[in-house]
């Protein structure tokens, strides 16, 4: 069974401070890996999805990176601001799984001024 | 990219009652997935409805506490059936773009159950 863990619970970081958010899962036989942040009330948001063969996947600001041997994942944020503030989560779709994404416990992100 | 809307945003329920959260897409999609995080919880997947067929429940979620419909490629509905205080979560449909590629999420049904 997949399972997904997020590391840090939570966060707290002065506006402009680049920053990293972890990601490792259990089982390597993945089709993809996707980072998503939540705002309250607004659902998700899906910010990057790295396949199983990429190593990593930029967009602005932010950039993902896949290890899928170790299971492990990293999201970087460069100069963080207070808008960034969310709970990012990460998820996997296993190639056993069908197309269910199995999602991490999430970072809880915060930017201050 | 997918836009969902979910209906209603956030309901107040009475134990022992039901109700349909509704969940709309602007294009025609193959899969729909209902997804439930409970407070202070990450997602969990709940069924995935195929327009055309039954609806595949994950473990720990039964097909008469979580009747699922998918008449047309736009729409679904979830019901949560016989409600209790441990259903108050938020409830959450998303789709997939292409085969295993990126999920778009609906914004969500915020439940309360009293």
């Known amino acids: 069974k997949q399972e997904v863990t997020q590391i840090p619970a939570a966060l707290s970081v002065p506006e402009g401070e680049n920053l990293v958010l972890n990601c490792s899962f259990t089982?390597?036989?993945?089709?993809?890996l996707q980072w998503f942040r939540q705002d309250p009330g607004k659902g998700l948001t899906s910010l990057l999805l790295i396949q199983s063969s990429q190593r990593e996947q930029t967009s602005g600001r932010l950039n993902a990176s896949l290890d899928k041997s170790s299971g492990r994942s990293t999201l970087y944020i460069a100069a963080s601001q207070p808008g960034d503030s969310a709970t990012y989560l990460c998820?996997?779709?296993?190639?056993?799984?069908?197309?269910?994404?199995?999602f991490g416990t999430g970072t809880q992100l915060k930017v201050e001024l | 990219s997918a836009v969902i809307s979910q209906k209603p945003s956030r309901d107040i329920c009475q134990r022992g009652t039901s109700l349909t959260i509704q969940c709309q897409v602007d294009?025609?999609?193959?899969?729909m997935f209902w997804y439930r995080q409970q407070p202070g919880q990450s997602l969990t997947l709940i069924a995935t409805a195929n327009q055309g067929s039954e609806a595949t429940y994950e473990s720990g979620f039964v097909i008469d506490k979580f009747p699922i419909s998918r008449p047309n490629l736009t729409f679904s509905t979830l019901t949560v059936s016989n409600m209790s205080p441990e259903d108050s979560s938020i409830y959450l449909c998303?789709?997939?773009?292409?085969?295993?590629?990126?999920?778009?999420f609906g914004p969500g049904t915020r439940l309360t159950v009293t």
């Open positions: 089982d390597s036989a993945i089709y993809n």
């Open positions: 998303s789709v997939e773009d292409g085969t295993r590629a990126r999920q778009y």
């Open positions: 294009s025609q999609v193959t899969m």
């Open positions: 998820a996997v779709t296993s190639t056993g799984g069908g197309n269910k994404l199995t």
